[in-house]
């Protein structure tokens, strides 16, 4: 069997590799889990006949949406056994990636955690359409579900999302505004600075896997209990504490290092000028996607 190739002699999976990462990265929200995805996916694909495809990017993205599926259900229990709380693995984006501002915000950390709500056919329905407006009857096959199935559970699963997403969708401008004030608050150790750039009612997630003393396993929850934590925390660090703004999946975050070496990242969301919600992975397994930008695309 030979591997399909474009009109330009390429090979469509390297042509759309770009695509499918992004797909798998959806469905999975984490980048080493999607890359075994991508592993999986070209080892099948490096078997079809090109005379049986028509269309070799839709056949890909069927084959990789099957092939998340099938990785879903493998990392369900070790998601269930995870030391605290659970959040997707971050990625350093191009910039290209800010400017869809409807793909920033689908890949940002926020949204990347409701879908994990999403049970895994109801996220793949959920992806392949809403964010990759992939036709319904293509979506069926690779879910092997009926068009007719596929509609109710994207009504539903739209429902599900619109529910828990950040209610106010801000520019890019006003989220960069509120991360640089929120760094210059934590660097100057000003509680009150701090206190005004934190909603009254802000929730910090941290997710260590339970790999950083310390760190808290379950939300931290109101202005004053976050900003006295995040202080404390710092404190304890001393000079060996640092930060600096960094483009975390499409949007506006923070990179933290101590001793040079690279701690955490850490993603806001805002709504009025304040953040609502703070979401920093400090587990060391799921920051080896921060030292350099990655290209998504749909």
Do not use: C
């Not at 009254?200 to 790999?211: F, I």
């Not at 660090?237 to 930060?243: D, L, N």
């Amino acid at each position: 069997m030979s591997s399909p190739r474009g009109s330009d002699g390429a090979d469509p999976f390297v042509t759309h590799r770009s695509l499918l990462f992004t797909v798998a990265y959806e469905m999975l929200g984490s980048a080493a889990d999607a890359e075994d995805v991508l592993q999986e996916s070209w080892l099948r694909w490096a078997h079809v006949d090109q005379q049986h495809v028509r269309d070799p990017r839709a056949y890909l993205v069927r084959i990789v949406t099957r092939q998340a599926l099938n990785q879903l259900r493998t990392v369900a229990r070790r998601r269930e056994d995870y030391v605290g709380e659970w959040l997707p693995e971050p990625l350093l984006t191009t910039p290209d990636v800010a400017d869809d501002v409807e793909l920033a915000e689908n890949v940002s950390i926020a949204m990347l955690t409701v879908l994990e709500t999403l049970a895994p056919t109801e996220r793949a329905v959920f992806v392949l359409r809403e964010v990759f407006d992939v036709p319904f009857d293509e979506i069926a096959e690779a879910v092997d579900k009926s068009p007719a199935a596929v509609r109710q559970i994207a009504h539903r699963a739209r429902d599900h999302v619109a529910a828990r997403r950040p209610r106010i969708r801000v520019g890019r401008t006003e989220h960069e505004e509120v991360v640089e004030r929120l760094v210059a608050a934590l660097s100057a150790g000003d509680i009150q600075a701090l206190m005004d750039v934190l909603a009254p009612d802000v929730v910090s997630v941290a997710d260590s896997g339970g790999h950083v003393r310390g760190a808290a396993r379950r939300p931290v929850v109101g202005a004053d209990r976050l900003a006295r934590y995040l202080l404390g925390g710092i404190a304890k660090a001393g000079a060996s504490f640092a930060m600096s703004p960094m483009s975390l999946n499409g949007e506006p975050g923070v990179r933290i290092e101590v001793d040079g070496i690279l701690a955490a990242a850490v993603s806001v969301t805002v709504e009025n000028g304040r953040i609502t919600r703070i979401y920093s992975v400090a587990n060391p397994d799921k920051l080896a996607w921060l030292d350099a930008e990655l290209a998504l695309t749909r």
